[in-house]
């Protein structure tokens, strides 16, 4: 295993649209776990393939129960309610914005082995499956915010909300 470096910036490989996996060998089984432990090491609670340079439709993600979920060739089933909340990047590092999310979400996707399975989140979970399949077809959630804030601006805006309080 691996940790691999996580592209930011503008880098045109956020902006392409993925290949679907079509070999579940001994390659794909490297790239889920270079993810894991580079999810890992980055502290985020999402991460997709391109965010690493390859362009396959692979997405980590952690769930509400602290779980990494590996997701080959994901795609959302059904989505309900909304959810307008936080979101940050770990291709967009320091900066923050507000997205507006279903509130719960059910996926479908195949393991690391090419098992077909669904999984279902609500709230973060949710968002996170909402944001890294967006990454799957070349989108950024700075495409659906209206603002973007620094860490230090959203720092200030959380001591404002507390004053207020």
């Known amino acids: 295993m691996a940790i691999r470096t996580i592209i930011t910036g503008d880098d045109p490989v956020l902006n392409k649209a993925c290949h679907p996996v079509t070999k579940f060998d001994g ?6 776990d270079d993810m894991r432990e580079t999810l890992t090491q980055a502290n985020g609670v999402g991460l997709a393939a391109p965010q690493v340079g390859i362009l396959r439709r692979v997405v980590l993600v952690v769930n509400g129960e602290g779980e990494m979920l590996e997701l080959v060739n994901p795609e959302i089933l059904a989505q309900k309610g909304e959810q307008d909340g936080l979101e940050g990047c770990l291709s ?3 900066m923050w914005g507000y997205v507006k999310r279903p509130e ?4 479908k996707a195949q393991d690391r082995n090419g098992n077909w399975f ?3 989140g609500t709230g973060l979970t949710a968002r996170c499956f909402c944001h890294e399949l967006a990454h799957l077809d070349g989108h950024l959630y700075t495409e659906l915010c209206e603002k973007l804030y620094t860490s230090e601006e959203l720092d200030q805006m959380m001591e404002e909300q507390e004053a207020d309080r």
């Not at 719960?104 to 996926?107: I, L």
């Open 27 to 32: 390659k794909l089984a490297d790239l889920l």
């Open 92 to 94: 967009v590092p320091g």
């Open 104 to 107: 719960w979400v059910r996926v």
């Open 118 to 120: 669904e999984t279902e």
